[in-house]
């Protein structure tokens, strides 16, 4: 069973700091990984996408990417209490043409 | 650009019953991928399709099937309800050409079985 494992949290971090986002894989075919935000009661929307082993930077957030130890995060700087949602890491497989997501981590930003 | 759309966006059947759901993607997008939420089992993958052809399934029994029109439009349909259905039904689109796209959701629509 390819999978991907998020810790469910939740997470709580106060106003201002940096949130951090871990999500592992099991499938080596692995290509593409994703984040997505989601609010209660709302669709995913995309955060971000990272391709390459290394770091994306995209305004206050970063996603970095380990293709070796098969490693995914998110870190959230500067963090808003409008960022409390849920955090779903998803990876594609390429050519299954299918999402697998982790059951996600619940964010808690605190003013 | 308008984003997805699904329609009706809440439905309230009884057990037995059969559904539809509708999803139009993202102008240009050729491919729909449909998923369920639950919160004990998160966001699972139900099939996605490409041009009208399935190209992928997930593990769901045969209640659940799903077809695409020549205009990308999908729709899924579960038939013989259980309560277990009840859930958060997404479809996401993208362009289709390889499984590396980023997929675009839907605001979903919540199935309540009673």
């Known amino acids: 069973q390819k999978e991907v494992e998020q810790n469910s949290g939740p997470l709580s971090v106060p106003e201002g700091a940096i949130a951090s986002l871990n999500c592992t894989y099991s499938?080596?075919?692995?290509?593409?990984f994703f984040w997505y935000r989601q609010y209660s009661g709302k669709s995913p929307e995309l955060i971000m996408f990272i391709y390459s082993n290394g770091d994306k930077e995209d305004g206050r957030f970063t996603a970095q990417l380990n293709k070796a130890s098969q490693y995914v995060s998110l870190l959230i700087r500067d963090s808003q209490p409008s960022d409390s949602a849920t955090y779903l890491c998803a990876a594609s497989g390429g050519s299954n043409y299918k999402l697998t997501f982790g059951k996600g981590t619940l964010l808690t930003v605190n003013p | 650009k308008a984003g997805v759309t699904q329609t009706p966006r809440y439905l309230i059947k009884t057990r037995g019953q059969q559904v539809t759901l509708s999803c139009s993607p993202i102008s240009g997008h050729r491919s729909v991928s449909w998923y369920q939420q639950t919160p004990g089992q998160g966001l699972q993958f139900l099939f996605e399709?490409?041009?009208?052809?399935?190209?992928n399934k997930g593990n769901f029994p045969g209640r659940f099937s799903g077809r695409q029109f020549s205009n990308s439009r999908s729709e899924m349909n579960v038939s013989t309800l259980e309560l277990g259905d009840s859930a958060l039904y997404l479809c996401?689109?993208?362009?289709?050409?390889?499984?590396?796209?980023?997929?675009?959701f839907g605001p979903g629509t919540r199935l309540l079985v009673l």
């Open positions: 499938d080596r075919g692995s290509q593409s």
């Open positions: 399709y490409f041009s009208e052809t399935q190209r």
């Open positions: 996401a689109s993208s362009l289709g050409r390889s499984g590396q796209e980023t997929q675009y």
